[in-house]
């Protein structure tokens, strides 16, 4: 079974004929609109969903994937069990099996390797891949942020040194929407032009008071950035009732119906879309699966693949998918090993994100690790590799420098898109 499962990973691999754009003439250059980034934060098992091997045995401590793989529309592709929905659509769908950072033990530092594309530093805070997606693409349309946050926040996720123009606009409870952007009822249309009216006053004084001032620029972008965004027009995106229910139960509660937000959100004109997966904790541990979160990790699955395939499948209907780039991220993956409680422990050196959509070339996978997906045996990717995959499908050069005050800071840290996948 392992020889068997290796082999037709190995083959399926050798036939996308993979290459980087280094290898080639011509630097990729995709035509996607949209970008969403499901984030599992814990560190999503890659031996347990998108890259399965022989089955192991957390009891005996026996090394192996925890479910049973099936196959997929790919040929030579397969998948863990419980992500059946997306196996179907497989043929949309690139687990990246080989991506490696030097990260291990810390979920903060890592977060920030799998948001920034670089190593953490104390002189120099890198902006993320929403805000260079923002800050490169702006919004696609008018009266709407280019970067949206559906999650808690925080410094990693954010514009960096790019300043507040690239930052997001962020919410947690998707019933109300992005909090302070909704005026209350008792606000008339006559009281809020007055409102207004003595702000205008105010930061124009500010603007003289602290010309030059970075921090008071970048405040006062903010506020410009929500008097933007709190008109009527924004916030019918956040009511789902708009949708049918037959629709909204397709895509399943809690997570389910942020992605179905977010397919509203692209449709008025935001570039750019974090959502986090399992914001409270439906296992119990979330996707760090240490003890007993590894007894039902598949529940994270199972609702993952439910929402993700809906995701997928509304996309296509609306003639969306191949203008919106889906990727899954996570700040590192899990060994083949069981730890004492039957769980598993953290590790970097070989994982996988996966894309979907955008109009790339896909091929169910690329990459091959070895017989527990705990090295690179072809392809192994770099971070910033994949960085520059999603920049160069979001039509951005990725040979470009951004700038920290008069410093130039190449756009990724020396990443070169996957040409093969163009």
Known sequence: MKRRHFLQSTAAAAAATPLLASQ????????????VMIWLGGGMAQIDTFDPKAMGDAKAKKAGSYYKAIDTAVPGVQVCEHLSGTARMMEQVTALRTVHHDVVDEHAAATNRMHTGR????????????????????????????????GYPNLTRGPGFLGQKAGFVYLT????????????AEITDGRQARREQLLTAVRSAGRKRFAGDKLY?????????????????????????????????????????????????????????EVSHNMNFRNGTGWDTHNDGQLNQHVLIQELDRSMSALMADLEAHKMLDKTLIVINSEFGRPAQFDSGGGRGHYSKNFSMVLAGGGLRHQGAYGVSDELAMNAVENPISVPDAFATIMATMGIDTSINLYDGDRPVPITDGGVPIASLF
């Open 24 to 35: 080639t003439n011509a630097m990729p250059m995709g035509k996607a609109e949209h970008c």
């Open 119 to 150: 190593p953490t530093t104390g002189t120099v805070q890198y902006p993320s891949i929403g805000s260079i997606i923002a800050d490169q693409r702006g919004a696609a349309g008018e009266g709407v942020p280019a970067y949206m946050l559906i």
């Open 173 to 184: 409870d998707i019933k109300s929407g992005p909090a302070g952007l909704a005026r209350p």
């Open 217 to 273: 620029a970048d405040y006062d972008s903010a506020v410009a950035e929500s008097l933007r965004l709190s008109g009527p027009d924004f916030m019918k995106s956040f009511d789902l009732s708009n949708e049918s229910d037959d629709l909204r139960n397709q895509y399943g509660d809690g997570f389910g119906q942020r992605l179905l937000m977010t397919r509203r959100l692209f449709q008025s004109g935001v570039r750019f879309i």
